[in-house]
């Protein structure tokens, strides 16, 4: 079987090419720019980019499967048009290109952000509605369109599911991803602060494991929510602790102070330049859902995630060993 992957060299898609290969998968992978994720695996690489339909040409003939995980992800507010041109342009070239090609099946990677996470105090599963426009930030509102987009494709013949996975923590983390970043700020000592809140987190791995079930077992047009468990950052900072051995944060913000301080924040890091962390949409996204069901994903895929606590101190292994910390730090 050959699939091609999009994103392979993000967090999702170092573990999904690995596990593809583990399960005897050729595969060959759309990359941009970034290839560290993929040194050392016996992979074909095709440079091209998603806003370039043309391109894809090569990546899509004679593949079985295509796995779409290229995306843009961002908690800047200033970066909202090419989060909209990756998430709904790509997905609307990716979705052509399929159809030209004549792929036999199309795994979308969405996110459980696509989907209105109210009412808060209901279980969220996959019958709840997508986001519309308004106030959602501009991540939610172009994933939500881009299952829009594979299911209007779907309706013109294309084999396609979707997967939706929760905020994501894990090994293979090579550029990092946002959280992957609070993760080392933690063990580094350098996150001087805490939100008092949380989010459903789920190990990377796992949710590459449910990828690929989703392409063998799931029937056309379905869509599985991947997810983990709700636990707050201050549990996270725990376990970081537990690793490193170093005292998590002391200081704990409620969400009211953290809201009035994340537009500070988010301009000190488009004034110098630097990743921004702590913004008025992390902190909206952190109010999500607190009960995230997969039990579908688990009764037709037998998804079962791993606990977290494993996860962090997987993922502090490997990014020790891989150089983003120093032995005393782990």
């Not at 996470?117 to 279980?123: F, I, T, V």
């Not at 709840?128 to 779907?154: C, D, H, Q, T, W």
């Not at 996270?236 to 953290?258: C, E, F, N």
Request: some cysteine; glycine content about 10%; aromatic content about 6%.
């Amino acid at each position: 079987m050959l699939a091609t992957v999009t994103g392979a060299s993000g967090h999702l898609g170092a573990n999904l090419v690995r596990e593809l290969i583990s399960q005897g998968w050729k595969v060959r992978t759309l990359v941009h720019r970034d290839t560290r994720a993929l040194e050392g695996l016996d992979v074909e690489r095709i440079y091209g980019d998603i806003l370039d339909r043309e391109s894809l040409k090569a990546v899509f003939s004679g593949v079985d499967a295509v796995f779409h995980l290229a995306a843009r992800i961002s908690v800047a507010g200033w970066e909202r048009k090419e989060v909209e041109a990756v998430n709904t342009t790509g997905v609307e070239n990716v979705t052509a290109a399929c159809m030209a090609a004549g792929v036999r099946r199309l795994v979308h990677v969405s996110s459980f952000h696509a989907l209105n996470q109210e009412p808060l105090d209901k279980p969220l599963d996959e019958s709840r509605s997508l986001v519309g426009g308004g106030s959602f930030p501009a991540y939610n509102r172009s994933k939500a369109e881009g299952e829009r987009i594979v299911g209007r494709a779907m309706a013109q013949g294309l084999n396609a599911v979707i997967v939706s996975p929760t905020g994501m923590i894990g090994p293979f983390d090579f550029q990092p991803s946002h959280f992957g970043a609070v993760l080392l700020a933690m063990a580094q000592g350098k996150l001087a602060a805490l939100v008092d809140a949380g989010l459903d987190w789920v190990d990377a791995r796992d949710v590459a494991s449910g990828v690929i079930c989703a392409c063998n077992k799931a029937e056309k047009g379905e869509k599985y929510i991947l997810g983990g468990h709700w636990i707050t950052l201050k549990e996270i900072a725990r376990y970081v602790s537990q690793v490193t051995g170093r005292k998590p944060p002391g200081l704990v913000m409620p969400m009211w102070t953290a809201k009035a301080v994340a537009p500070f924040a988010a301009a000190s890091a488009r004034i110098s330049g630097k990743r921004p962390l702590f913004t008025p949409i992390s902190m909206k996204e952190l109010e999500s859902n607190r009960t995230i069901s997969h039990i579908k994903a688990s009764s037709d895929l037998d998804y079962e995630p791993r606990s977290l606590q494993n996860t962090i101190a997987d993922t502090l292994d490997w990014f020790q060993a891989n150089g983003f910390l120093s032995r005393g730090q782990v």
